[in-house]
């Protein structure tokens, strides 16, 4: 296990698994930039995210975006910005910011890269098998 410290990240990653898109302006199939790809499969299924405690974010030339789904007063999930709250630098420390797609656990510890577009369903794959995540599905 990496040192948890006392830094923003390893306060998120106790509480959250992060999904973390490291890309520059690397073109997808659809011709959208990579990482425009990655946001739109994620944006059809917040509520999976959601129930597998994940914040996702955005790694680019410096700059870190950050989207975390919660339920709002009338129990629809919503999506809003977290990045003032992550600590960009172990975050690149944990990725080395190699372009793709990195999960990193509840422990902080990266679980697995993907080097290309990944689909949700492959993403949850991945989480859902995870010990944690088990314990998690039989105590809810």
């Known amino acids: 296990h990496p040192e948890q410290g006392d830094s923003p990240l390893a306060s998120a990653a106790i509480q959250n698994r992060l999904l973390v898109i490291c890309t520059g302006d690397d073109t997808g199939a659809t011709g959208l930039p990579l990482y425009a790809e990655q946001y739109n499969e994620i944006a059809?299924?917040?509520?999976?995210?959601?129930?597998?405690?994940?914040?996702?974010?955005?790694?680019?030339?410096?700059?870190?975006?950050?989207?975390?789904?919660?339920?709002?007063?009338?129990?629809?999930?919503?999506?809003?910005?977290?990045?003032?709250?992550?600590?960009?630098?172990?975050?690149?420390?944990?990725?080395?910011?190699?372009?793709?797609?990195?999960?990193?656990?509840?422990?902080?510890?990266?679980?697995?890269?993907?080097?290309?577009?990944?689909?949700?369903?492959d993403v949850f794959a991945i989480i859902d098998a995870m010990p944690m995540r088990q314990q998690e599905m039989r105590s809810n």
């Not at 789904?69 to 999930?77: C, M, R, T, Y």
Request: with cysteine; charged share 30%; aromatic share 8%.
């Open 44 to 121: 059809k299924d917040w509520v999976g995210y959601l129930e597998r405690d994940m914040i996702v974010v955005w790694l680019r030339d410096g700059v870190l975006t950050s989207w975390t789904p919660f339920l709002n007063e009338s129990g629809e999930v919503e999506v809003r910005h977290l990045a003032e709250s992550l600590d960009i630098a172990g975050l690149r420390e944990r990725t080395n910011c190699a372009p793709g797609v990195h999960l990193i656990g509840k422990d902080s510890g990266l679980k697995k890269t993907w080097r290309t577009f990944i689909l949700n369903k």
